[in-house]
């Protein structure tokens, strides 16, 4: 299933940048989500940065069929790896961006972008949600797409209040 989401921040691309690869700032932010068990690391490699993400979430509510609820259980781990480049000409980023849930044939995988718009940034995911489970998966990824995008517009929020 596609996903594409866009935000915009009120500050410069690599304000965001610095934002978004703070292992302080995506902790918390997980945190206050009510994610628990977050582990995040931030790390160079060449000239990318890769951020790690592992947080466990509850992956279920009353509005969530039953037999999603037997194919995913109570929580779910996520480990989300984001590999950006050093900044193109123009000081625009790109990263590869997957997500995988732990133990589970499901997961994203795709892009994301940050372009210099006026004074602030454009903020740009997008990919395909895969759930690889016959008959059911299809059912599936919408429900996934919908908490992928709920958890980037409640990191975005974040990340604009502390940049405003």
């Known amino acids: 299933m596609k996903l594409k989401e866009t935000f915009s921040y009120p500050a410069g691309v690599e304000d965001v940048f610095a934002l978004i690869s703070d292992d302080a700032f995506r902790t918390k932010t997980a945190e206050d989500s009510k994610a628990?068990?977050?582990?995040?690391?931030?790390?160079?490699?060449?000239?990318?940065?890769?951020?790690?993400l592992?947080?466990?979430?509850?992956?279920?509510?009353?509005?969530?069929?039953?037999?999603?609820?037997?194919?995913?259980?109570?929580?779910?781990?996520?480990?989300?790896?984001?590999?950006?480049?050093?900044?193109?000409?123009?000081?625009?980023?790109?990263?590869?961006?997957?997500?995988?849930?732990?133990g589970k044939p499901?997961?994203?995988?795709?892009?994301?972008?940050?372009?210099a718009e006026g004074k602030?940034?454009?903020?740009?995911v997008s990919g395909d949600v895969k759930v690889d489970v016959p008959f059911v998966g299809k059912?599936?990824?919408?429900l996934i797409a919908k908490a992928i995008e709920a958890s980037?517009?409640?990191d975005v929020k974040a990340g604009v209040k502390r940049l405003s």
């Open 36 to 52: 628990r068990d977050v582990s995040t690391t931030v790390a160079k490699d060449g000239n990318d940065t890769v951020v790690t």
């Open 54 to 102: 592992v947080r466990t979430q509850p992956a279920t509510s009353s509005k969530v069929p039953d037999f999603v609820k037997k194919l995913i259980g109570d929580t779910v781990t996520i480990k989300q790896v984001e590999r950006w480049q050093a900044p193109d000409a123009d000081g625009n980023r790109t990263a590869t961006v997957t997500m995988k849930v732990a």
């Open 106 to 115: 499901a997961g994203f995988k795709g892009k994301a972008t940050l372009n």
């Open 120 to 124: 602030g940034a454009e903020f740009v």
């Open 139 to 142: 059912k599936v990824e919408p």
């Open 152 to 154: 980037l517009r409640y």
